[in-house]
């Protein structure tokens, strides 16, 4: 029989409690926060204060066609939260304009709505999530809300815009020609297409082919390939990424979705039958570190949330339901690809954000 000794005695700090007590304070603003920027976003109050004039919270109603009680209760929040300017001689606000660019410039490489509401979208689901934590179960990427779907999509496509042609394809060895000549791509896990859609924009020669498990999703993208003009040359496809069709593939691509998988070991010994012999996957991944001390900091925190509640729950749903978690780090992918048949592997760019990973058979 074990014995358990009594715990220790632990002596308590008032100012260290304090501390974190108007940490927590700060901490359920800043949840809060995620809710109101997502109806920034939506009502168009960042988009008329983009230009920089001071506004009172009336005229920012009547500009938007809203209420002129939640214009005001919204603007003192912001300001509280240091998003928006005050002035306390004219009781006017202003939005900064470094933050026009985060918050109303779509084009923009720091455009940051779309991941709001990607966080949004996901805690409205915590309730889900308990369920399956409780129960050992997973949640499927089908069975969350729109906002989650669509936030996504906005976040990364932001990213996406910002270096997927100029920096992480001409990281990649003989890509960028093989694309300008005419290659054959397949784009694993698309979502709504955006990176496929890029991709295809910008080397009108190669041809390409993008797959999602979620049928809705496949919907969006096919829409926007039209709408962008380049349904000729693009196909999207409903099948997982053990299923997507063709073989002899010059360059398979996976956007920040190989962890999400349930057996991402699967999906590479797939790959690896369906490239090129002298073909290339790249992986782009979360940035991450291979062990936990290596993410101990803001966006480590943010993605860890994230794995939590969104992709961790994903795999789960899936047969095998690995689980590698947002912040698998270099090693674990490494592992998965070289244990699904690949040979060569390194990392060919980064950002504060992203890992590339170039994946040879």
């Known amino acids: ?8 005695q632990r002596v308590i700090d008032p100012d260290k409690l304090m501390s974190f007590v108007f940490r927590a304070v700060e901490e359920v603003g800043a949840t ?15 988009r008329e204060m983009a230009d920089g004039r001071p506004t009172t919270p009336g005229e920012l109603a009547e500009r938007t066609g809203t209420g ?44 940051l709505p779309g991941f709001f ?33 669509h936030g996504c999509e906005r976040f990364f496509r932001t990213m996406y815009n910002g270096h997927l042609i100029s920096e992480w394809l001409p990281a990649l060895d003989g ?25 295809a924009k910008s080397f009108p020669n190669s041809r390409f082919v993008g797959s999602d498990y979620h049928a809705e999703s496949i919907e969006v993208a096919r829409a926007r390939a039209d709408e962008a003009g380049v349904a000729d040359r693009v ?15 010059d360059l398979v691509t996976m956007f920040d979705c190989l962890h999400d998988m349930g057996d991402p070991v699967g999906a590479a010994r797939y790959v690896r039958q369906a490239i090129a012999g002298d073909g290339t996957w790249m992986v782009v991944e979360p940035m991450a570190g291979d062990h936990v001390e290596d993410n101990l900091n803001p966006v480590g925190r943010t993605y860890y949330g994230f794995s939590t509640l969104l992709c961790t729950p994903a795999s789960l749903s899936q047969e095998v339901g690995l689980a590698l978690g947002t912040q698998a780090g270099p090693a674990r992918i490494r592992d998965v690809a070289t244990t699904g048949g690949f040979t060569g592997f390194g990392t060919a760019a980064t950002t504060p954000f992203n890992n590339v990973f170039e994946i040879r058979p």
């Not at 099948?239 to 069709?245: D, K, Q």
């Open 235 to 249: 196909t999207f496809e409903v099948a997982p990424a053990t299923g997507f069709s063709g073989t002899g593939y």
């Open 175 to 199: 890509v960028v020609a093989k694309l300008e000549a005419g290659a054959r791509v397949a784009d694993v896990g698309c979502g709504h297409g955006a990176s496929t859609i890029l991709m």
């Open 68 to 111: 002129e009680p939640y214009a005001r209760e919204w603007l003192s929040a912001q300001a509280a939260g240091g998003y928006v300017t005050y002035d306390a001689e004219t009781h006017r606000y202003t939005l900064p304009a470094e933050h026009a660019v985060a918050l109303a410039d779509p084009t923009s490489p720091a455009y």
């Open 32 to 46: 809060l926060n995620t809710a109101l920027v997502v109806m920034g976003d939506k009502l168009g109050y960042y």
């Open 1 to 8: 029989m074990t014995i358990q000794a009594d715990a220790p």
């Open 117 to 149: 509401q990607l966080a949004h979208g996901t805690v409205r689901d915590a309730p889900d999530i308990l369920t399956a934590a409780t129960d050992g179960d997973g949640l499927g990427w089908h069975a969350h809300n729109g906002d989650v779907h």
